[in-house]
Structure formats: structure tokens, C-alpha cells
């Protein structure tokens, strides 16, 4: 039994397959656009043929459809063809598709006396023959050379396209560069039978030295018209140079005439090394506003040269606009008259009562004026020019402050325990009052404090309650805001004083004399009062009749008063002897008890009870008093 040797291919192999298969894909699929494009523009070719034959048939039949002149052109719509049935149907694109009959046409182009161009143009759902590259509108084109000197001569070059059915050129010429053009040859239009490209040569001899410049215009079979020109110089000298004097015209150059408004002559010399300047200084007047200008120098030969000079006139005032201006009151106010001046600049000056910065004008006012219709001044140019600023500003300054006064102050030195009201009396001649404001200086309230409804000449504070021992500062304020102030001493203490220590009192009984002094202590009722301080201090009374305890009545200087208690225990007043019964007659020996009542008298004191038998001595009872 034999076994077949078998091997596997490589990947080499495998991708050398693969780029043979893809290349021959990439040929065929080439090869197949090529032919359907063929087939399209032999399909559009047919069509164009077939159309173009149906629209000469149908104005053999109708010959006032044709153009009269070569050049005119006439569209004859396929719409009409197909209504005269000279079109059996309508025309389909490649896809089978209806092209548009009134959008598509055949324009009718004379290109001859005798001979007519048919040019079809279809516009169809999937082709626009306008659009395609093979067939689109084409337009003639045209070259011009000159000769080199000594000879002078022009070749003209036209390409159609197609065909040429006409040309024209024109020849214009002028001696210097300071005339202008004139005509010298023109054509007219010169009709050419079914040529594709045309050469010309047209002789220049005559026009030496000089410059000339050609115009061409060429139309092809398409009855697309090309235009085109061009110019050759045939000078025999080169152009005059200019000489300045103190004032040469250099860019960014610092040194310059000075402004002015009014007309300026301007002189600049003319040289020229080969036929030499026709006149040696040339003077113009300027009288138009500018700052650079030109003077024509020219030669013998009729070369000229235009030299920039300074001119530097400018005859038209500046421009102002006015700002700063206020319908409302304030202390000063500063008005601006903004300059602008497009030529030579605007500049400042030395007015009194203004100033001016970057040629803008501006008025500070400071004193009293309540005006409409306020210009702020004027702003002047560097040509000397001026302009009042516009008379359109509202001005309303009051720099004057109002004036307050407290009609009711109250005594800086006398302490009250009631509320204080001031009654303010401001004025104010010019803005008005606005308002009325306090406040006090380091206290719980710094800044000031505006009382509402307030803007009246004469004005009630609310009223000062709170106890204190420092000026309220009072202050008014105009509409401008200026602000004027005074002020008032607050002194109220509405603490009542307390009572201290006692000295010199006692709850033992004595009789005599007691001097007791009592301490008395005034404390503020707030944080930033001091207090009015008591009347006395201490209070000294002195005592001797008989009392247990007596009232002091303190009080501060504010009226403020309390009422203290001290002991005093003083009793200068003997005891009264109590009236005795006995329950037995007197002075009768009993053998029982004897039972005595007493009738005791008041005393100040509390009684102390003693006995005794006979002559003996006295006996303190002690807790068995009665």
C-alpha cells in the first residue's frame, strides 16, 4: 500500500492568493465602471443628437426663432419640441427617469451669417449635463504678449473651445503717466468662420514712446464671451525724482509743518539726470482738509513722479459730546466735553475754569447752581479750529452745608430722671433738608442712626430714655448731601439711690445720744451711664429722743429717692411706776399667799423688774419678770 505524501500551503502563499484575487477584483471592477461610463456617455451623446437634429427641424419651420445676430443666442425648451411633436416623447436619463421639459433646452447660437450651433442642455433626476466635466459650457481663452523693444508689437492668442465666432480689440495709448487713455484702434466685432483658435499681430510702431494697453473680447460657438487686457510701456527715460526741503515726507518721521486752517502753498524741487525736469520747483495750494497729499513732477520726456508733501490743513472744528450732568442734588459735580477730531487731533488748552486732558475739556463745579442747558466748555483742534460742547447737561450743586441748632438744650450740668426731646430747628436755602441723624461718640452706636421722617426744618427727636452722662451728637443732612452738626449733654439717671452701711446705730437700748452716719450708693440702671450721685453722702443724723428704729430718705441729684431703716434704740424716758392691787387689804398679815396686779404703763424700752424685803437690796428677777 503506497501513502501520498501531502503538505499544507504557507502563509506566504496564502497572502500572495490574497493580493492576486484583489488585484484582479480591482481591475474588473475598474474595468466595469469604465464600460457602464461609456455606456452612459454614449447613451447622453445619442440623446444630445437626436434632440439637436428634432430642434433644426423645427426651425427650418420656424425661422423667427433664430437669433439675427452672430453671437445671439436663442433657448428653444424641450417642452416644445415634445407640443409640436417633433419630440415623439419625453426624454428619459440613464435610470429610465423623466427628464424636466421646460428646465431642459437647446440654446440656439449664431456663429455665422450662415451657420447655426445647437447646444443641448438636459436637466434629469439623476444627470445635469451643465454639471458634466465632458460637456459643461466652456470658455474661450485669450493671451497677449508684447514684442521686446526696438520692436513693438503684439501677438493676441484665442483658444474657443470649440469654435470662434467672433473677436474684437480695442488699443488705447497715452504719452505719459499724467494724461489718461485715449482710443487709438477698435475692430468692432469681427465675425470668424469655425475656426478653433486664432493668432493676431498687431503693430505698435506708432505709438512710441508711449504706453499702450490692449482690450480683447472673444466669443465661441457656446456664446461664452472671454474679456481680457494688458499694457506695455515704452518709455525712453526713467521718472523724475523729487527734491524735498525742511519738511520731507518719511513715515513715523517726528519733524512735521504745523496744522492750520486755512490753505497752504507747498514748493518741492524736480530733478531728472537724462532730459531733465520741465520746471525746476513745482508749487500747489492745498485748501482741502488732509494731511498728505501729492505733486505731479514731470520730465521732458513726459515721465512724471508723484511726490507725498505735509499739507496738514484742516478747516473742520472738532466734535464734543457732553457728559456729567445730574437731575439730582450733590456737592459738586464735574462736567466733560468729550473732543473728537479725525485729522489733526484735538489738543489742550489754557482756559480759566477748566481743564483739559487728551483735548477733552471738563468743569468742576463746587459753588450753589441749579441750572439746565450747561455746556462744559470748548475743545479746540490743533489746527486752531474750536467747538462750543453741546449746551444739553443738568446741573444741581449745593456745596453750602444746612444749619442746625437745638432750640430746647437742656443744662449741661443738671441731672433729670425724665425723658429728653429735643426740638431741632435746620435750614437749608438751596437743596433742602433731607434728614435729621444721631449718634454717640465710642458708644453702643458708632455710626449714625437717620430719623424717619425727618426731612423737615423743624424737627422733634424721638425722645432720649435711656440713662446716660455724655453729648448725643445731632447732625443735618441737605439733598446734595452736605451735613451739618451739633450738640447736647444727656444727664438722666433714673436709678434710685440704695442704702449702704450704717455707722453709729446699735439694737442695744440706751438712753443719751446716738450719731449715725449712713452710706449711700448711687449705681447706674445702664452700661454707658454714670450715676448722678447722691445728694449727701454719707448721711449724718443725730439722735436723742426716744426710738427704736427711724426712716432716712436718701436721694441723687437726678430726684431719684429711696427710703432706709437704721437702728437707733434710745429711750430717754423714765418708766412710769405700775399701779399695785392686792387681793387682801394692805398692811393686814395674811396667812395665805397674797396675789399683787400690775398695772403697767408703756415704755419704749422693755421693763426690768427688781424687788426687794425692807430695806434690803434689790433683786433682779430676770427671766421671771412679768
Not at 517 to 539: F, I, M, Q, W
Request: net charge positive.
Amino acid at each position: 500500500m503506497k501513502v501520498k505524501n501531502s503538505k499544507a500551503f504557507t502563509m506566504v502563499e496564502l497572502l500572495g492568493a490574497i493580493t492576486i484575487l484583489g488585484i484582479l477584483m480591482s481591475v474588473a471592477v475598474f474595468s466595469i465602471s469604465k464600460v457602464i461610463d461609456n455606456a452612459k456617455r454614449e447613451y447622453y451623446e445619442n440623446q444630445n443628437d437626436n434632440i439637436a437634429l428634432a430642434a433644426q427641424s423645427f426651425v427650418q419651420n420656424n425661422t423667427n426663432m433664430l437669433p439675427k445676430n452672430i453671437g445671439q443666442k436663442v433657448k428653444l425648451k424641450l417642452s416644445e419640441l415634445v407640443k409640436n411633436k417633433y419630440l415623439k416623447d419625453k426624454v428619459k436619463d440613464y435610470g429610465k427617469n423623466d427628464c424636466d421639459m421646460d428646465k431642459s433646452y437647446v440654446e440656439i447660437v449664431k456663429i455665422t451669417k450662415q451657420d447655426y450651433a445647437y447646444n443641448v442642455v438636459l436637466k434629469c433626476p439623476t444627470y445635469d449635463s451643465l454639471k458634466d466635466p465632458a460637456v459643461e459650457e466652456k470658455t474661450p481663452t485669450i493671451s497677449i504678449t508684447f514684442d521686446k523693444e526696438p520692436s513693438a508689437k503684439a501677438t493676441i492668442k484665442m483658444e474657443g473651445n470649440d469654435r470662434i465666432i467672433s473677436y474684437n480689440y480695442v488699443v488705447y495709448f497715452r504719452k505719459s503717466t499724467s494724461e489718461s487713455y485715449r482710443e487709438v484702434k477698435n475692430t468692432g466685432s469681427v465675425s470668424v468662420n469655425s475656426k478653433s483658435s486664432l493668432s493676431l499681430d498687431v503693430k505698435l510702431d506708432d505709438y512710441i514712446p508711449g504706453q499702450v494697453k490692449i482690450q480683447v473680447s472673444v466669443t465661441n460657438s457656446f456664446g461664452k464671451t472671454k474679456n481680457a487686457n494688458a499694457s506695455k510701456s515704452y518709455m525712453d527715460s526713467k521718472p523724475p525724482k523729487c527734491i524735498y526741503g525742511k519738511f520731507k515726507y518719511v513715515k513715523g518721521a517726528k519733524d512735521h509743518l504745523a496744522w492750520v486752517n486755512t490753505s497752504r502753498k507747498v514748493t518741492i524741487g524736480c530733478t531728472d539726470s537724462e532730459t531733465g525736469c520741465e520746471k525746476d520747483l513745482y508749487t500747489q495750494t492745498f485748501s482741502k482738509d488732509e494731511e498728505f497729499d501729492v505733486i505731479t513732477i514731470k520730465d521732458k520726456s513726459g515721465n512724471t513722479t508723484d511726490c507725498k508733501v505735509q499739507v496738514y490743513v484742516d478747516k473742520t472744528p472738532p466734535t464734543c459730546t457732553s457728559s456729567g450732568g445730574s437731575t439730582e442734588w450733590a456737592k459738586k459735580l464735574t462736567l466733560v466735553g468729550n473732543c473728537k477730531d479725525n485729522l489733526s487731533g484735538c489738543v489742550d488748552k489754557s482756559v480759566s475754569g477748566r481743564t483739559y486732558e487728551d483735548g477733552n475739556v471738563k468743569w468742576k463745579i463746587k459753588t450753589n447752581m441749579k441750572q439746565d442747558k450747561v455746556s462744559p466748555g470748548t475743545v479746540y483742534d490743533n489746527a486752531g479750529n474750536s467747538t462750543v460742547c453741546p449746551a444739553n447737561q443738568t446741573v444741581m450743586v449745593d456745596s453750602v452745608k444746612p444749619t442746625i441748632k437745638v432750640v430746647n438744650p437742656p443744662n449741661e450740668n443738671k441731672w433729670t430722671n425724665q425723658n429728653i426731646v429735643l426740638t431741632l430747628n435746620s435750614s437749608d436755602d438751596f437743596s433742602g433738608i433731607a434728614y435729621h441723624q444721631y449718634r454717640y461718640k465710642e458708644r453702643e452706636n458708632k455710626n449714625w442712626t437717620t430719623y424717619s421722617d425727618s426731612a423737615k426744618p423743624v424737627f422733634n427727636t424721638t425722645p432720649f430714655s435711656k440713662e446716660r452722662n455724655e453729648h448725643a451728637f445731632l447732625r443735618v443732612c441737605d439733598n446734595a448731601g452736605n451735613c451739618a452738626e451739633t450738640t447736647a449733654m444727656i444727664k438722666i439717671d433714673k436709678s434710685q439711690p440704695t442704702c449702704g452701711t450704717v455707722t453709729g446705730g446699735s439694737t442695744s437700748w440706751s438712753n443719751g445720744v446716738r450719731n449715725i452716719s449712713l452710706k449711700c450708693n448711687d449705681v447706674a440702671g445702664y452700661k454707658y451711664a454714670t450715676p448722678s450721685k447722691c445728694v449727701e453722702n454719707p448721711y449724718n443724723r443725730k439722735y436723742s429722743g426716744s426710738s427704736q428704729t427711724e426712716k432716712i430718705t436718701i436721694a441723687d441729684n437726678a430726684g431719684n429717692s429711696n427710703v432706709c431703716t437704721v437702728n437707733v434704740y434710745l429711750d430717754n424716758t423714765p418708766p412710769a411706776c405700775p399701779s399695785i392691787t392686792a387681793s387682801v387689804s394692805p398692811r393686814v398679815w395674811q396667812k395665805n399667799n397674797v396675789t399683787f396686779n400690775f398695772g403697767f404703763a408703756s415704755d419704749v424700752a422693755k421693763y426690768k423688774w427688781y424687788t426687794r424685803t425692807g430695806t434690803g437690796s434689790w433683786v433682779d428677777w430676770g427671766e421671771n419678770a412679768p
